[in-house]
């Protein structure tokens, strides 16, 4: 385990995390906010730190230790450095719930319904990656049945947008989808920490069956390793952390892709040790993002998952660019 990386990244995320909580368009001076926010000295100052920025910085640093996580399990549990959570399909089907959530008008009558529905939908992908799939199946078959459950919640978005009577739900929709961390609150907080932690802890588990199956599926079941349990775990974790970040954040991609891929050279590629840095930077990278669309654009609300977008995009061209030089 490198140690000294670890200490590093942790006191990134710490200043990152203090950053995220004294930087907004209310422009209060750092050192009244952090006063605030301890000693509450102004009730209107203290009453936008605990109750709006600090759940949305909570929010990112979940948020982006659960999926920086959960990209280097998928790259580690598929043996490929371009995969990524949203891979399995469940953000695209948590995003369906929350579209039909919005379009059926429930999001209105009931405060809980988008994020709720959101987790149904990514309960309903896991429903259906274990039907495709099979108990059994290989990493091949896993992608496909991923691809078949995005394509699915895909058109199932479409035709909400399209066949919604209602024009003001789907634009609120399309700006969901977009992915964003402002208004949320620590009711966000406690409805995706459960679930994100217990995923994290579940994937956390099987660091010594990814390590062995860098050899090979073969060799890591002459190990003693079950591969029948570990692909179950992979997706039960996974569907935990990514359908309760989309539930609460919106469509926020990239971050599960970019951590692991950057870190991994300072840990040699071990997919063990790489769990822990990606959480780290993951976590990191998401907290850096949000404090940068409140100070790019701080008037017309630039979406979190927007820019991530921009970021992730041109990332993900340079990695395909440098993976066909390098088997050229």
């Not at 043996?79 to 919005?102: I, K």
């Not at 992979?234 to 599960?256: C, I, K």
Request: aromatic share 4%; hydrophobic share 60%.
């Amino acid at each position: 385990m490198n140690r000294p990386l670890i200490l590093a990244l942790s006191l990134l995320v710490a200043a990152l995390f203090l950053a995220s909580l004294v930087i907004g368009p209310a422009g209060i001076p750092p050192l009244a906010a952090l006063r605030a926010l301890v000693w509450g000295e102004d009730p209107l100052t203290a009453l936008v730190l605990r109750e709006v920025r600090a759940p949305r910085a909570v929010l990112a640093l979940l948020i982006g230790a659960g999926l920086g996580c959960s990209g280097a399990v998928m790259q580690g549990y598929l043996r490929n450095p371009l995969a990524e959570p949203g891979l399995l399909g469940v953000s695209g089907a948590a995003a369906l719930g929350a579209v039909l959530a919005l379009q059926t008008g429930l999001a209105s009558s009931f405060a809980l319904a988008l994020p709720l529905a959101a987790l149904a939908g990514a309960a309903a992908a896991v429903g259906m990656l274990l039907l495709l799939a099979g108990p059994r199946g290989g990493s091949l078959t896993l992608i496909l049945a991923g691809i078949g459950v995005s394509a699915v919640a895909g058109a199932g978005v479409t035709l909400a947008l399209n066949l919604s009577p209602n024009p003001f739900a789907a634009n609120e929709a399309m700006f969901w989808l977009m992915g964003s961390l402002a208004d949320r609150s620590w009711t966000h907080v406690a409805i995706a920490a459960p679930l994100i932690l217990g995923g994290v802890a579940l994937l956390s588990t099987q660091r010594r069956a990814l390590a062995a199956l860098t050899l090979g599926e073969g060799a890591a079941q002459s190990l003693g390793f079950d591969l029948v349990r570990l692909r179950l775990t992979v997706m039960l974790g996974l569907a935990a952390v990514v359908g309760a970040a989309t539930a609460v954040a919106g469509a926020v991609g990239f971050v599960g892709l970019v951590a692991p891929h950057v870190l991994r050279r300072f840990v040699r590629a071990d997919p063990a040790a790489l769990l822990t840095v990606s959480a780290l930077g993951g976590a990191a990278l998401v907290l850096a993002a949000d404090i940068a669309v409140r100070v790019i654009l701080p008037g017309r609300d630039l979406k979190l998952g927007v820019l991530m977008a921009l970021i992730g995009a041109p990332f993900f061209v340079n990695l395909i660019l440098r993976q066909r030089l390098a088997s050229s």
